[in-house]
């Protein structure tokens, strides 16, 4: 059975083919160890859109303090877990940066 998403049709457990990486702050802005990490992940994912792993990626500020939202849509649903995987290895024991498998259309 597959379920309509935001225009994409998604098998019932079916890997997401979209996550957003969202960086944030607690009032002082962006912290650096979460500003790095965020960078490290961006150029990743660049690099992959280059390299036509990435469909689209699309960045958008979410608060006066640098608060940054990067969401990357994927054809390929694998290629989409692993970059993924890739980012949250990037982003282990950072706080304030935030991955979530969401679409990209929803904001």
Known sequence: M??????????????????AL?????GRGVP?????AWQAAW????????????ARLKQARLGLEGEVRLCAEFDD??????????VRTIMR??????LVEEPCSSR
């Open 77 to 86: 649903p694998q290629a989409a877990q692993e970059m993924a995987d890739r």
């Open 32 to 36: 650096e160890p979460t500003r790095s």
């Open 22 to 26: 969202y960086a944030l702050s607690r």
């Open 93 to 98: 024991d950072v706080e304030l940066l935030n």
């Open 43 to 54: 150029s990743l994912l660049e690099t992959a859109r280059r390299d036509g792993k990435v």
């Open 2 to 19: 597959a379920a309509a998403t935001d225009g994409q049709e998604r098998g019932v457990g079916a890997p997401p083919r979209s996550f």
